[in-house]
């Protein structure tokens, strides 16, 4: 069985600054999807960003990027230039690739960014 | 606008009474999820269906039933048989044609115990 560990439950940054939330999982597959998904205090699960294991350039979505070190089993996320509407739970999420999507979610990260 | 719909968002259930949360996309996505949500922990998946008329337990079935009679449509029942309901309930899609394991989320339903 596959385990998504976030370490970090709450982190804080001010506006325009940069964070980093840690991810770690456990798997013995060798392609996998992961993700991390941000739940804002509306509660909408809103996909941040997506990685496919095989790919080894490091995605990234606009200000968000990832750090994919797979040997490691480590894929954290980099939040730029942080704004106000960051602040949200994010979780980090892995799926084997024939599960049909199935996600195992981390426990998740609370990023609180101030002014 | 395509999406997924979760009714009611706010639910409360008498003891020993089943009560059902209803999930609805039009998305024509193929695959459907259940997940809840406890503070301070992730998602779990409770049960998921990737076609019309089957579908398989997730890591926490015990005390939830749900049926997929149409593709559109995923609803979940919380029997008497689940002794702590109280909890955040999502239902996500996903379609393997477009995007496999990308899931798309509802706004999600809140469900106490009076």
């Known amino acids: 069985a596959q385990t998504v560990t976030q370490s970090q439950p709450e982190m804080s940054v001010q506006e325009a600054e940069t964070v980093t939330l840690s991810c770690t999982y456990d798997?013995?597959?060798?392609?996998?999807?992961l993700f991390w998904y941000k739940q804002p205090p509306s509660r909408q699960m809103i996909l941040v960003i997506r990685q496919e294991a095989y790919k080894q350039q490091n995605a990234t979505e606009n200000r968000f990027s990832v750090n994919f070190q797979k040997a490691a089993k480590s894929f954290s996320l980099k939040i730029s230039d942080s704004q106000l509407g960051d602040t949200a739970m994010y979780f980090c999420?892995?799926?084997?690739?024939?599960?049909?999507?199935?996600?195992?979610f981390g426990a998740g990260t609370q990023v609180v960014v101030t002014p | 606008d395509g999406g997924i719909t979760q009714s009611p968002k706010y639910l409360f259930r008498k003891e020993g009474q089943n009560v059902t949360l209803s999930c609805e996309q039009n998305l024509n996505h193929d695959a459907m999820y259940w997940y809840r949500q406890d503070p301070g922990q992730g998602l779990r998946l409770i049960y998921y269906?990737?076609?019309?008329?089957?579908?398989q337990k997730g890591d926490i079935a015990e005390g939830y039933s749900v049926s997929r009679e149409k593709k559109e449509s995923f609803p979940l029942t919380v029997t008497s048989a689940q002794k702590n309901p109280t909890a955040f309930y999502l239902c996500?899609?996903?379609?393997?044609?477009?995007?496999?394991?990308?899931?798309?989320f509802g706004a999600g339903t809140r469900l106490s115990v009076l």
């Open positions: 999420a892995f799926s084997t690739t024939d599960s049909w999507g199935k996600l195992q």
């Open positions: 798997t013995s597959e060798s392609n996998y999807y």
């Open positions: 269906s990737q076609i019309v008329n089957d579908f």
């Open positions: 996500a899609s996903s379609s393997a044609a477009v995007a496999k394991n990308i899931q798309y």
